[in-house]
């Protein structure tokens, strides 16, 4: 909970100072601050401290009481958020099985309208959860780039490349052979007009996967990616059974023959990127590639758990994603914290392996870095104001005996139940639990309905 004290009246000038019983950073230092302030001007987060026991300046300042721990907004680095209208379907699958029996006909008869509602309710849920930045990978971007903008939290859309049974491409729009060229063009159109809009849309490209877009394609659309200095998003090494068909058909492993075809020149997040041998993991640090960590969707798929600690011990950036709510089937970041830790110590049979720090970086700092902005996922002079409270008004936080313990107790004895406020640039979305820019009942009713339809026109 939050309470405002106007310091300076009719005089208020925008500058925001938050006080809090607890500021955890996220920067590379592990600093807690008990109790800390951050201040926040035009967005940006002009400073960041302890409590100086001095009073405001009454004329500059407006003073936020937070009372709870304040840290940055946590961000998802590889989502397909509009998939809540695909939420419970094909349960119990392999990856494969359910995208070619259950998402991919489904998914050729969505609408801009569907995607808008989709993302309308996925972004409700994740701004409850203190999730304030997604890396979006979808068709219908526009729909999406609005559905974020009404919302009031951020996104890098990556719009998708990828061809589906039955269609001439995802947005329906393409035709032909070359349809890829056709795709590429609307995405370079769409980087045009919306990258940078509200201070709150980056554009990228999001080939889907080296097994389902041809090399050459992927070469082209990286080519694009570089020409616009845009983030070239795709899904790699997933599953086993991707690797060895891949290596049938051309004779060496996914990033192995994508580096050699140039695909890897430019910003580079690889999603999942679980069946790595160690030609492939040097691939990725010559390449400075980044990685997209989906530890809950891969569990649930049983595609693998993928080999974090050797990523991060060769500087690998790397940010937790959410995968897509009908993989998963939350967007609740706080688990995949917690998950991706215990994975990492089963993985490497290893208690110490992947601390809490570690674990909360993956979700701040690290995840921001992944995608290329130092700006988000840190509360640091200079970035932008994205922020969450926490309640420590909870059990899980008992005891705290040193400043340490409360990045552990956020990691292994919290959740996402105990956000209750959010900050987008200074914006507050979200208040007591509730989010303020979203009507969600409606966005629960547009999406019901429209998931019925969409499972009815399968059939």
């Known amino acids: 909970m939050t309470t405002a004290l106007a310091a300076g009246g009719s005089g208020h000038a925008g500058v925001m100072r938050y006080v809090a019983d607890a500021v955890v950073p996220c920067d590379e230092g592990g600093r807690v601050l008990r109790p800390g302030t951050v201040e926040v001007s035009g967005g940006i987060i002009t400073a960041v401290g302890p409590v100086d026991g001095g009073a405001p300046d009454a004329t500059d300042v407006q003073e936020v009481r937070v009372h709870g721990a304040l840290l940055p907004g946590l961000v998802n680095v590889h989502c397909h958020s509009p998939m809540t209208l695909f939420r419970g379907s094909g349960e119990n699958l ?23 509602w989709g993302m309308t309710l996925a972004a409700a849920e994740l701004l409850c959860f203190g999730v304030t930045t997604t890396c979006e990978a979808y068709f219908f971007e526009d729909a999406l780039a609005d559905a974020v903008l009404a919302a009031g939290s951020r996104a890098v859309i990556t719009p998708g490349v990828l061809r589906l049974p039955g269609k001439a491409s995802p947005a329906g729009t393409a035709s032909g052979e070359d349809w890829w060229d056709t795709r590429t ?6 980087h045009a007009r919306r990258h940078g809009e509200d201070d709150r849309i980056e554009v990228g ?13 992927l070469a082209d659309v990286a080519g694009e990616a570089r020409r616009l200095d845009a983030l070239f998003h795709i899904h790699l090494a997933e599953t086993e059974e991707e690797g060895i068909r891949f290596a049938a058909e051309h004779g060496d492993s996914v990033p192995a023959v994508l580096a050699e075809a140039g ?15 160690a030609e492939d993991l040097a691939v990725y640090r010559s390449h400075d590639i980044a990685v997209a960590h989906c530890p809950q969707s891969n569990a649930k798929l049983a595609s693998g758990v993928a080999p974090l600690v050797e990523l991060l011990a060769q500087g690998t950036r790397v940010g937790l994603g959410t995968d897509g709510p009908a993989s998963n089937n ?39 870095l992944a995608l290329g902005r130092p700006d988000l996922g840190v509360l640091a002079v200079g970035a932008r104001a994205d922020m969450l409270a926490v309640s420590l ?35 507050q979305v979200v208040e007591a639990g509730r989010c303020l820019t979203v009507d969600v009942d409606e966005a629960r009713h547009q999406v019901e309905a429209r998931a019925h339809r969409l499972e009815r026109a399968d059939g």
Not at 185 to 190: G, K, M, R, S
Not at 205 to 217: E, G, L, N, Q, S
Not at 345 to 361: H, S
Request: proline content about 5%.
């Open 185 to 190: 063009a609307e995405i370079v159109d769409f």
């Open 94 to 116: 392999s990856l494969h099985h359910w995208l070619n029996d259950v998402l991919w006909p489904r998914e050729a008869n969505l609408t801009e309208e569907d995607v808008y």
């Open 263 to 277: 695909v890897f020149g430019g910003r580079v997040l690889a999603a999942h990127s679980i069946w790595l041998s």
């Open 393 to 427: 008004d909870d059990p899980a936080f008992v005891p705290l005996l040193e400043d340490a313990q409360l990045i552990e107790h956020l990691v292994w004895s919290a959740s996402s139940r105990l956000v209750t406020d959010v900050w987008v640039g200074g914006r």
């Open 330 to 368: 939350d967007l609740d970041l706080w688990e995949e914290m917690r998950l991706a830790a215990m994975l990492a110590r089963i993985r490497e049979r290893d208690a110490a392996a992947l601390p809490a720090a570690t674990a909360l970086d993956l979700a701040t700092r690290g995840a921001g």
């Open 205 to 217: 490209f999001a080939p889907h996967a080296a097994y389902t877009v041809p090399v050459p394609v």
